[in-house]
């Protein structure tokens, strides 16, 4: 089941980026994932994701996108930064304020892993 259109740069889909950062980051770390659309005002912009990795009751909160430019051959040059841990419930709130501070339209794709191996295949088209 693909989830998402193949959305990156030619030779990076967005399925390829999830399974890099599922080679990164085991999915059954991962809580929940967000896909944001590229920028409409930054040429060159692709779209990023925001993920979050379980901490008990809280959520490791990171993101991850390949930057204008990056290299095709054999890796994506994705980056992941992370940014904190946060009250779980607290995350839904965080990610509407960084799509206001975006200015943009489009509401990000949410999706809820869980750590779930097969979610995340089904994501993945793997």
């Known amino acids: 089941m693909d989830v ?12 390829r980026r999830l399974r890099e950062l599922g080679r990164t980051v085991s999915p059954t770390q ?4 967000w896909v944001f659309p590229p920028l409409s005002t930054l040429q060159g912009s692709s779209e990023f994701f925001l993920f979050t990795r379980f901490e008990g009751d809280r959520r490791r909160l990171y993101s991850a996108f390949l930057p ?54 089904q994501i993945t088209s793997a």
Do not use: C, K, Y
């Open 4 to 15: 998402f259109p193949d959305g990156g740069r030619e030779g990076q889909s967005m399925d």
């Open 30 to 33: 991962i809580a929940e994932l």
């Open 68 to 121: 204008p430019g990056a290299s095709v051959n054999g890796t994506s040059g994705q980056r992941i930064t992370e940014h904190g841990v946060v009250p779980a419930d607290r995350v839904p709130r965080m990610v509407a304020q960084l799509q206001r501070r975006l200015g943009e339209p489009a509401q990000p794709l949410h999706v809820e892993i869980a750590g779930s191996e097969e979610r995340w295949a």
